[in-house]
């Protein structure tokens, strides 16, 4: 029996979120195979000009309220970095990069508060289009927490930083794995689909996130077919779940540094 034919229309392709293709089906009209897309768009979002509305006070040189210049020198914006020299070592940014997410959390931060909120996040219109944007913006709030300090933003956005060969070469075994480790992309992919964080994606959760990404342009009958593919093309122990190490293990031919890296991300 052939597997039934899916043509999903996401709001924009361009911030198409996490999708799951059972082997053989097709999605927009074009046969895919593998579980080749369990992965997050890019967070290419939280770059230049992701926002919906403008800066306060206008472009890069507006001044925030209360504030000094958006601008200012290299070394007095670094200064007002909280936990800087900390940040560089335990994200593997550099200086240059955490300016830019500094500059990019406060346009976020309107009002001028000193966080972020998920109202915040929301704003951003890549997210918004997303099918799994929600899902995306939880992954900032961990444990039911509602505001996002700027560590925490660059903790999250440290999992798409591109691997760097050579400092990955020169890296101290002994020393914590990157945020931008294969796995850690991974692992970052994986809990966007267990949401019940009991270690593995069931047919349930699955078919959660086909509803959110396809709409309503296929049947509910469709759906489960290829809900019930996915999982067992992966599911190798037959729990009828998927576990972290079957999600790796189905991704293992994945190139995972270009679907989950941005290159500004350095």
Do not use: C
């Not at 997210?127 to 039911?144: E, K, M, Q």
């Amino acid at each position: 029996m052939k597997p039934p034919v899916v043509r999903a229309r996401p709001a924009d392709p361009a911030a198409l979120g996490p999708a799951f293709h059972s082997p053989g089906s097709r999605v927009g009209g074009k046969e895919r195979r593998g579980s080749g897309a369990w992965l997050p768009a890019k967070a290419a979002a939280f770059g230049p000009g992701a926002t919906r509305r403008p800066r306060l006070g206008g472009g890069r040189g507006g001044r925030r309220p209360g504030g000094s210049s958006a601008m200012g020198s290299r070394s007095s914006h670094a200064a007002r970095i909280p936990d800087v020299d900390s940040l560089r070592r335990e994200t593997g940014f550099s200086q240059a990069s955490l300016r830019r997410l500094y500059d990019r959390f406060q346009a976020l931060d309107r009002t001028g508060k000193g966080y972020l909120s998920r109202l915040d996040l929301q704003q951003i219109g890549a997210l918004a289009v997303n099918p799994l944007g929600d899902r995306i913006i939880d992954s900032f709030f961990p444990d039911g927490s509602l505001r996002l300090d700027f560590p925490g933003f660059v903790r999250v956005l440290a999992h798409f930083r591109p691997v760097d060969e050579e400092e990955e070469g020169n890296r101290d075994p002994k020393e914590p794995e990157p945020l931008n480790s294969r796995m850690n992309k991974l692992r970052f992919a994986f809990q966007l689909y267990d949401l019940d964080r009991d270690g593995k994606i069931s047919r349930h959760e699955m078919l959660q996130a086909l509803r959110l990404m396809v709409g309503v342009q296929v049947t509910e009958e469709q759906l489960e077919s290829i809900a019930d593919r996915t999982v067992q093309e992966a599911d190798e122990d037959g729990d009828g779940a998927v576990s972290f190490l079957e999600f790796a293990k189905s991704l293992e031919k994945m190139n995972i540094e270009q679907k989950m890296s941005i290159r500004i991300l350095k």
